[in-house]
């Protein structure tokens, strides 16, 4: 059950990047890491499945990221603001678990399930939900990190949005679940009709995000100004343990 070449991909990738963009794959990375321990404390009922869907959900990140394959439209609009020095942190972290959660999720679940010829996805459920667990359990640490870097964050976390944020991304994962559970059954041809639906409404998600609605959008200069310039100091801070 080996995760460490996933893991240290997503490092290298988080490294390599000058941008923005190096956000994402940076907390991708610590989340990884801490589903590494998991499956091999026990606490999937399949960890060696876990690790096998840990490894294919990371594909459909670093292929694209890759140029080895075309990136969904969805991947293209975050990646396109990587440069912009208005956007919050957090922005630019949304805008990746925005097309990695609500794109990319549902339809690698469809994936394996084909491959484990598991109809009605039973057999993945239990593993899936654990995941939110893992997230939890990750994302203080992670967020404490990010405060180094974003010094308005842990002001936000003592009233409760860290909990906002974990509730958001296990809304997001429940979502791609019902995804998964709705286009499972159809041909290849229905399949591909709904991933094309999914990837523009993804899309149009992605420009809310860079584009929030007032007064939310007043402050996002606010805390821009109380954020580090630099984003790579701003990666190294999100690796944590792992920089």
Request: aromatic letters at 8%.
């Amino acid at each position: 059950m080996v995760l460490d070449d996933t893991i240290e991909e997503l490092r290298s990738v988080a490294l390599a990047a000058n941008d923005a963009t190096g956000h994402f794959p940076a907390m991708y990375a610590r989340v990884t890491d801490r589903v590494r321990q998991a499956a091999a404390a026990g606490e999937f009922g399949d960890g060696e499945g876990m690790v096998r869907f840990a490894r294919a959900f990371a594909g459909w990140y670093l292929r694209p990221r890759a140029g080895v394959e075309p990136a969904s439209g969805s991947w293209s609009a975050a990646w396109a603001v990587g440069g912009d020095r208005r956007l919050l942190i957090v922005q630019h972290l949304l805008l990746g678990i925005n097309a990695h959660v609500n794109h990319d999720l549902g339809q690698v679940v469809v994936e394996l399930a084909d491959e484990r010829d598991d109809r009605s996805l039973h057999g993945m459920r239990a593993d899936f939900d654990t995941v939110n667990s893992v997230l939890a359990a990750t994302m203080p640490d992670v967020l404490r990190d990010l405060g180094r870097s974003s010094r308005w964050v842990n002001e936000t976390a003592a009233w409760g949005a860290d909990r906002w944020f974990h509730f958001s991304l296990e809304t997001a994962r429940e979502q791609a679940w019902r995804f998964a559970r709705l286009t499972h059954p159809l041909d290849v041809d229905e399949r591909r009709l709904a991933a094309r639906e999914l990837d523009e409404l993804v899309r149009v998600l992605a420009f809310l995000i860079t584009r929030p609605v007032r007064p939310v959008r007043w402050l996002v200069p606010v805390g821009r100004w109380l954020e580090a310039d630099d984003p790579h100091a701003v990666t190294i801070d999100l690796l944590g343990h792992l920089a």
